[in-house]
């Protein structure tokens, strides 16, 4: 049984009318009418991927109760959730979805879609430049929407499911995020989760397309050896040219996990 969060910090930010079975959990909740956030959970090292055949979000939170629970809950507020070809890649069964993640609470948080005036399913949106995607995998069968180059599209080759619409971008080695991001805007998707991965969120933070940040911070250490372990943000360097220093407003809390939201700066 999922006990409520401790609240440890949280600042002045907006509040969704939540179902009372979710807030009693989480507290309050609520996003800016347009906005993009993402959500990791990161070993205490900074480790947020373990390379091919694992699930890294799984491992690394040891698939804790609670973080599961949020996951859904982030999905439950947003119009879309993107991910780059990576993630799809590196997770085989799953669906972005809240109930797949969270199923106790499904009719909760199909009630807070409701409440919000969401969509059934937030929808998911793949971001490939090579085409490289498994259209039998489940979450490409129940629908998505896939953006793409002109190459892409090719290697995709109209394999898609109907459900799934592809939509080209770009010529090029790859398109640029900024028109994924106006694309969807177009699509009516105004409060989008990104659920990465590292290469993704490099892109949307050196791109200032990034709003809000959370982070999970597991207990576990990963360690890092001779292969490549990736942290949050990969793909571009920052600091210390170009310092993104973001703002703590959320901190919660459940035995030995911190839940943090951070706001990054506006462009
Ligand atoms: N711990 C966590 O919370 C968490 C969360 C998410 C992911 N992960 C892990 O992160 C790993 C994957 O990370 P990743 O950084 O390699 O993958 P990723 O960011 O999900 O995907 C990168 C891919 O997205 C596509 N892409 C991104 N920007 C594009 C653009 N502007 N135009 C066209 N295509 C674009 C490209 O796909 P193509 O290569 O097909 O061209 C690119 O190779 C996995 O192991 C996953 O488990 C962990």
């Known amino acids: 049984m999922l006990e409520p969060f401790e609240v440890l910090f949280e600042a002045d930010l907006p509040a ?4 009372d079975e979710l807030s009693r959990l989480y507290g309050r909740l609520g996003f800016a009418d347009r906005v993009v956030y993402s959500n990791f959970v990161s070993s205490l090292d900074g480790v947020v991927a373990l390379g091919s055949g694992f699930s890294a979000g799984s491992v690394i939170s040891g698939k804790f109760e609670p973080d599961r ?19 799809m890649r590196a ?12 199923p106790d609470l499904a ?20 971001l490939t430049a090579e085409g490289d995607l498994d259209v ?8 998505a929407t896939i953006l793409t180059t002109q190459q892409g599209a ?24 900024a028109r994924a991001f106006d ?15 590292p ?38 360097d920052l600091l210390p040219l170009v310092p993104v220093w973001s703002r703590l407003v959320s901190v919660r809390r459940q035995l030995d996990y911190l839940f943090l939201r951070y706001a990054l700066p506006p462009a």
């Open 183 to 197: 694309e969807l805007e177009t699509r009516g998707f105004r409060v989008i989760l990104t659920e990465g991965g």
């Open 91 to 102: 997770t085989p069964g799953h669906l972005w979805t809240p109930a797949h993640v969270y």
């Open 69 to 87: 629970f949020l996951m859904a809950l982030l999905r439950a507020c947003a119009d879309a959730v993107v991910i780059g070809a990576g993630t």
């Open 16 to 19: 969704y009318a939540v179902p």
């Open 199 to 236: 290469h993704l969120i490099g892109e949307l933070i050196a791109n200032h397309l990034l709003d809000e940040a959370f982070l999970t911070l597991s207990p576990v250490i990963a360690g890092r050896g001779k292969t490549r372990r990736l942290g949050m943000v990969e793909g571009v």
């Open 107 to 126: 009719s909760s948080f199909s009630a807070l879609r409701e409440t919000l005036g969401r969509a059934l399913q937030p929808r998911l949106v793949v």
């Open 136 to 143: 039998n995998h489940p979450a490409v069968q129940k629908g």
């Open 154 to 177: 090719e290697r995709i080759g109209g394999r898609q499911p109907a459900s799934c619409d592809v939509v080209i971008l770009g010529r090029g080695r790859q398109f640029k995020i």
